[in-house]
């Protein structure tokens, strides 16, 4: 599956508004023109999209349950010591579409980091996105390590040279495999991120997000037949569609829908499509998961218009501070779920019934990323923060250490 940001974002889905809002100033701006920084106020956020923020806690959720009751028959019975025929025979085939959870993550991180990093500098951006990813990852890191390496797990025990590379969060270019499995989304995220920053670098304007989409839909489109294993690396085909629709509907957010938008959406969509239903070396891996093509097609179209709604400010009445939280929690969620909660699954199974121990591993865990995401994790990115905004990041020649 970033997710996130990350496909779980930095800074989570907030409206950022001067005067009026941007919703409705969006009506009397043209695609191509910006509003005068004279004219839009001091940059406040006032009103999270709480819709967002569901959405994210929902793919993370749905993440989740296919992990525990949704994954390949073989899966199911190396986590939980039986086949699956006697846990889930028919509840399995349905959670087996929340793998599908992380095209949503995709979608939604290429709309909020699209607008949270409107306005900012290359530096601002770098350092929302390092303080965002990295606390939570490591930490991640640290209690995955644990659970691998002092207890018995069905994980077993990697090579402390895995470790180290996903420390770095660059294993898949360093050809590592990742600790945990959950943590292949992460360098889609990261591909975005340095890609986008050429565009955060020169100044984001309409213009310039239009074209980005427009070369890496083009890059997309010819990296499978390229023969260039970095071009495929770093463009990501696969997950591209996703982030380059999320970006085109902030678009439509921050100004209105056009012909054009709705037409990088289109081609997203059929491409993201194209992707899933490959027969080989697509979103899919037709060996181990068929389902009927129907509803595939069905719930990444469901995605789309999740977001073409929000995009088009349909669910502007949904408001609940709960939402806030519970979006909070979504990378922390999608980080620790998986070796923590197969591990209960694995050794508790003949204990409790099936769906009494998910229920309660699905709660346990969204507690412990309550706590761990405000005290843990919150703590460390505001020390990075501060950290990283007093630090000198130019080239300058350090001044000569004085020798006695």
Not at 110 to 138: E, H, K, N, Q
Not at 357 to 371: E, K, M, P, R
Request: glycine letters at 8%; hydrophobic letters at 50%.
């Amino acid at each position: 599956m970033s997710q996130t940001d990350q496909h779980v974002p930095a800074d989570g889905p907030t409206a950022q508004t001067g005067e009026p809002t941007v919703a409705a100033r969006a009506s009397s701006l043209r695609p191509g023109t910006e509003a005068p920084l004279a004219d839009a106020g001091p940059v406040v956020r006032k009103n999270r999209l709480a819709a967002l923020d569901g959405l994210r806690f929902l793919a993370a959720l749905s993440v989740v349950l296919f992990h525990f009751v949704g994954q390949t028959p073989g899966a199911m019975e190396f986590v939980w010591g039986r086949p699956v025929d006697t846990l889930f025979p028919e509840a399995h085939r349905y959670f087996a579409f929340g793998r599908l959870g992380v095209d949503l993550f995709f979608l939604i991180s290429g709309f909020v980091i699209c607008m949270s990093a409107w306005g900012r500098s290359p530096r601002d951006f770098f350092i929302s996105r390092v303080t965002r990813l990295y606390p939570m990852y490591w930490v991640a890191i640290v209690v995955s390590a644990c659970a691998i390496y002092l207890f018995d797990t069905p994980f077993g025990h990697p090579n402390p040279r895995v470790l180290f590379a996903n420390l770095t969060m660059l294993q898949t270019p360093l050809g590592v495999d990742n600790l945990d499995s959950v943590y292949w989304t992460l360098w889609p995220e990261l591909c975005f991120y340095l890609t986008f920053s050429v565009v955060v670098w020169k100044g984001l304007t309409y213009q310039r997000v239009v074209v980005f989409c427009g070369l890496w839909t083009v890059a997309a489109v010819l990296a499978p037949s390229a023969g260039i294993p970095l071009l495929t690396l770093l463009v990501n085909p696969t997950s591209a569609p996703f982030f380059i629709a999320g970006m085109a509907f902030y678009l439509m957010y921050r100004y209105r829908p056009t012909p054009l938008l709705w037409g990088i959406v289109a081609m997203s969509w059929l491409l993201a499509l194209h992707f899933l239903l490959a027969p080989h070396g697509g979103r899919n891996n037709w060996e181990t998961w068929s389902p009927w093509r129907g509803w595939l097609i069905l719930s990444t179209t469901v995605f789309f218009l999740l977001i073409a709604a929000i995009a088009l400010g349909w669910t502007t009445w949904i408001r609940g501070r709960w939402l806030t939280v519970a979006g909070s929690l979504t990378f922390p969620l999608y980080l620790l779920h998986d070796v923590i909660g197969v591990s209960l699954l694995h050794h508790f199974s003949d204990r409790m019934s099936p769906w009494t121990l998910v229920g309660v591993t699905v709660g346990g865990l969204v507690v412990l990323s309550y706590f761990v995401q405000r005290f843990v994790e919150r703590p460390i990115a505001l020390a990075m923060r501060r950290l990283l905004s007093s630090a000198e990041f130019g080239l300058k020649t350090p001044t000569s250490r004085r020798r006695p």
